[in-house]
């Protein structure tokens, strides 16, 4: 089905998301605040990404609703 987005890439994105995460737990005590900023804003991208994830799964199970609706329209047409 032509996603509008990759299914692997968006995987991978979440990957990296999430070995930053891990990384960023790692970092030395100096950068703390920084450290509390980046964390939230991975935060903040992991939940639109998962956001997104739904949106997609949403999208196509709308469109194979819409088009079983096509196929059952086009099935009444020919029996006219």
Same mark, same amino acid.
């Given at each position: 089905?032509?996603? =509008?987005? !990759? =299914? =692997?890439? &968006? +995987? &991978?994105?979440? +990957? !990296?998301? +999430? $070995?930053?995460?891990?990384?960023?737990?790692?970092?030395?005590? #100096?950068?703390? #605040?920084?450290?509390?900023?980046?964390?939230? #804003? /991975?935060?903040?991208?992991?939940?639109?990404?998962?956001?997104?994830?739904?949106?997609? +799964?949403? /999208? #196509?199970?709308?469109? *194979?609703?819409?088009? *079983?609706?096509?196929?059952?329209?086009? *099935?009444?047409?020919?029996? $006219?």
């Amino acid at each position: 089905m032509n996603s =509008p987005i !990759d =299914p =692997p890439l &968006l +995987q &991978l994105v979440q +990957q !990296d998301l +999430q $070995w930053l995460q891990n990384a960023l737990k790692n970092m030395s005590v #100096e950068f703390e #605040e920084e450290k509390r900023k980046v964390q939230h #804003e /991975l935060q903040n991208i992991a939940t639109t990404l998962e956001e997104m994830t739904q949106r997609v +799964q949403t /999208l #196509e199970h709308r469109t *194979g609703l819409v088009e *079983g609706r096509m196929h059952d329209l086009e *099935g009444n047409i020919y029996l $006219w």
